[in-house]
């Protein structure tokens, strides 16, 4: 289905939100300048208690841009973030794009080699870095050039360090003060970056057609791909957002920024559309429901957006702690499926609807949503964003749509959609199709009205007997089994061809695999072909930062042994 000509679910948006938002025509400096002029004194950041102003702010960014121009930045070069939710973060990745710049956002939790292969393909010669990971990026061999890397303390955003043991990932509450003795060897400190004053207002500006980041997915390949974003991207899905939350005031909201903002959701829903808004980011580095539900007491959040593990414990500890949620009005859920009893729990708790939405780093990242209405569809990913189009093409000839209600390829359209991956023609040729339109790799089904269901990951199916086997199907019946936390389905390659299907489970405590009861229980949900040959136990699955299980590392992991 295409909504190029017809779009049925316009019927079901929330009153008042457009069918089209008006294009941007500016960058997102501008559009962050003219949010510090106009907040001024409205705070615009809290970091366990402490908070700055969007004046404050502005005048961060203006001196952290100096720091980068007087170590060489100029329009164009690509600069590493390596930095957990801090407000360092928020700073560096203004001062960056007022250059002309583009931020290129890591995950800080990666390992050296992890980082190495992406820095490869980038070249990034200035890193702004947490200083726990600062030596991951000294310890890259000679051939890839670094030139400056600027250590971020984050005990200095810190009102009292006597809790920054509880919250970060360092060994001892004394590794931490001797942390405030000084940067990390062969480092530039942040506070020096600041020191040289403030940037020549004349300083040319980026344009809104300028590249403004490039971030990594995770993708399916074994070479890292970096999704080329720029300034309209970013900013038309920050206005995308913003038609969408309609009702959502100027200098109102709040906004807790627990999704990690090296990620695109996080990226876009905080430093993008949360500035766009002139809203308090409450900022916080790893997700904790006490210090959440402690910062609630003082600032109760109206923006929470996260993924379901996070709602159901953060609803959990809600209750168990007598606080109340009642203030959380805007609530979406992304990254992975929205189990029922997770929107029942929250919304039991809370003051709105929890919706679930869809996106991809290469739309920047929001696509599709359901609406904050009455009309929203649980289990679906709702409809398409405002100036967003859609349709399902057959997955072997995307020239060629599908009938309604058929499952195929999503494809995607609209001013979010990126602009190639760097350095890789092939994969960018690929995966952006004549037209603008984005093959996103997803399997659907839309329903007459468009609200859409997403069936599995094109790339991940298993191919058994000529069948194709969906691991979210086998996965969610493995899952209704008692003993039975989460699996992993995914497919081992046979000699004659083919594949087999294997399924990798995390158990309760206490149980242990009885292999042929899995498969018991599997025979009354599934056809033959789709009952896994194989069922192994694995202690702790492998999830990204946002909780969902990597099936390809499951896969990496467990075939040696199969």
């Known amino acids: 289905m295409a909504n190029t000509e017809q779009q049925p679910w316009l019927k079901n948006y929330q009153p008042g939100v457009p069918a089209e938002i008006e294009l941007p025509t500016e960058s997102l400096v501008a559009m962050f300048e003219r949010s510090v002029a106009e ?7 809290e970091f366990f208690g402490r908070r700055s102003s969007y004046t404050e702010l502005g005048d961060q960014v203006d001196r952290a841009a100096e720091g980068l121009r007087h170590l060489g930045v100029r329009a164009g070069d690509r600069v590493a973030l390596i930095l957990p939710n801090c407000p ?13 710049a583009v931020v290129v956002e890591h995950n800080p939790l990666y ?18 870095a947490w200083d726990k990971v600062a030596a991951s990026v000294r310890a890259f061999p000679a051939d890839i050039e670094i030139d400056h890397v600027v250590s971020v303390n984050l005990l200095s955003a810190f009102p009292a360090v006597k809790r920054l043991a509880l919250y970060l990932p360092v060994k001892s509450l004394r590794e931490s003060r001797d942390a405030l003795t000084g940067p990390a060897p062969g480092t530039t400190p942040w506070k020096e970056l600041l020191a040289h004053g403030h940037l020549d207002p004349e300083h040319p500006s980026p344009s809104v057609d300028d590249l403004a980041a490039i971030q990594y997915t995770s993708g399916t390949t074994g070479r890292p791909k970096g999704a080329k974003l720029t300034h309209f991207n970013l900013y038309s899905n920050a206005l995308q957002g913003e038609a969408w939350m309609h009702g959502a005031e100027y200098r109102k909201e709040i906004f807790y920024a627990i999704l990690p903002m090296f990620h695109a959701f996080g990226m876009t829903l905080y430093l993008t559309y949360g500035i766009r808004k002139q809203a308090l980011l409450v900022l916080f580095p790893k997700f904790d429901p006490d210090l959440i539900l402690d910062a609630m007491k003082k600032s109760p959040a109206t923006v929470y957006c996260a993924v379901p593990p996070i709602y159901e414990r953060t609803a959990l500890a809600a209750k168990e702690r007598g606080i109340s949620l009642r203030s959380c009005t805007y609530c979406i859920s992304g990254a992975m499926n929205l189990p029922d009893h997770v929107v029942e729990l929250w919304e039991s708790v809370s003051g709105g609807l929890l919706v679930e939405g869809y996106g991809m780093t290469e739309s920047s990242p929001v696509a599709l949503g359901n609406p904050f209405h009455p009309s929203r569809r649980p289990g679906t990913i709702g409809v398409p964003f405002p100036s967003t189009r859609m349709k399902v093409v057959d997955l072997d000839d995307p020239t060629v749509e599908v009938p309604q209600g058929r499952p195929g390829e999503l494809l995607l359209q609209g001013p979010q959609v990126f602009q190639g991956y760097w350095n890789n023609p092939e994969e960018t040729a690929k995966t952006l199709l004549p037209g603008g339109w984005l093959r996103t790799g997803d399997i659907v089904t839309v329903d007459e009205d468009g609200f859409t269901t997403i069936v599995d990951r094109a790339k991940e199916l298993v191919i058994t007997g000529g069948f194709n086997v969906s691991p979210s199907e086998v996965e969610a019946v493995l899952r209704l089994h008692a003993d039975v936390v989460d699996a992993a389905v995914f497919g081992k390659p046979l000699e004659r061809g083919g594949e087999m299907v294997v399924a990798a489970v995390e158990l309760k405590p206490g149980t242990t695999l009885d292999e042929e009861a899995q498969r018991a229980h599997c025979r009354e949900h599934l056809a033959a072909y789709k009952i896994p040959r194989r069922i192994v136990q694995i202690e702790d699955m492998p999830r990204s930062m946002l909780g969902k299980i990597l099936r390809k590392q499951v896969r990496e992991q467990l075939l040696p042994q199969l």
């Open 88 to 100: 360092q973060h928020v700073v560096a990745f203004y001062a960056v794009l007022r250059l002309g």
């Open 39 to 45: 907040a001024g004194d409205h705070p615009a950041l």
């Open 111 to 128: 390992t050296s080699r992890e980082l190495r292969h992406q820095f490869e393909d980038h070249q990034a010669r200035v890193v702004i």
